[in-house]
């Protein structure tokens, strides 16, 4: 049976790691069965089915620079699981972010010009309000990993306060929107093909980055809940 000691003393070590405390909080538990059933079944002292635990998850938990441009020391399990994050909230918003170009793609060859420029100011701007809804509303709770500077509360926080850091292109793309709105036009009349093409897949790159944020705010105020214990005792 781990006792509290033994318990922060695999915390301490899964912090040297440099987990996402959300992460930690999965692989701790995985470890704490671990040495358990080692000194159940193997008649383990405490830090001997410890350093076995170690040792087996030395591979995926030891930190180390990879060589790549990003010169931060990261574990494999981090650099896995962040390539997965990235990959499976891209491919979410890049799917549903086909929703809203299509609209505007459909509805540009039966509204009128005047009534379409409205039509795609009001739709960009609610891209927009929705990628920052979550951010103001609950901006406390997205600060808190200015509060703990020494660790990551999970991997989603890099992601969450993207619309920030894109707010400038966020403001082009409101104040162009008479841009757009003409190559969406001519894209629907099979005039200006090619200008009219590049300035829509812009438009798209912005719905996705948006998407992709909203995506990750919302998995971050999930995973905030189950961290926050964890914050009040230990950090």
């Known amino acids: 049976m781990i006792n509290d000691e033994q318990l922060n003393q695999i915390t301490q070590y899964l912090l040297g790691c440099k ?8 692989v701790r538990d995985h470890i704490a069965t671990q040495i358990t059933v080692g000194q159940v079944d193997e008649n383990l002292t405490f830090d001997q089915a410890f350093q ?7 591979r995926d938990l030891r930190p180390y620079w990879n060589g790549s441009w990003d010169l931060e020391d990261k574990n494999n399990m981090v650099r896995s699981f962040t390539r997965s994050l990235i990959v499976a909230q891209l491919k979410k918003a890049a799917l549903f ?10 509805l540009a060859t039966v509204v009128p010009l005047p009534i379409y420029e409205y039509i795609v100011l009001s739709v960009l701007s ?16 997205f600060q808190l990993p200015r509060k703990y500077p020494n660790l990551i509360l999970t991997l989603h926080q890099n992601y969450a306060i993207l619309p920030l850091a894109s707010a400038y292109w966020f403001f082009k793309m409101l104040t162009e929107y008479q841009t757009v709105t003409q190559s969406f036009y001519s894209i629907s009349q ?4 090619m200008p009219s ?32 214990p964890f914050l009040e005792q230990y950090a």
């Open 97 to 106: 972010g086909l929703i809203p170009m299509l609209l505007l793609l459909v």
């Open 190 to 193: 099979f005039t200006q093909w």
């Open 52 to 58: 076995n635990a170690k040792n087996s998850w030395q």
């Open 126 to 141: 609610l891209i927009v309000v929705s990628s920052l809804y979550l951010l103001i509303r609950h901006w406390k709770t």
């Open 19 to 26: 987990i996402p405390i959300d992460m930690l909080l999965e």
């Open 197 to 228: 093409v590049f300035i829509v897949i812009l438009v798209y790159v912005f719905v996705v980055v948006c998407l992709f944020s909203y995506y990750s705010q919302k998995e971050y105020l999930k995973r905030i809940i189950g961290i926050k």
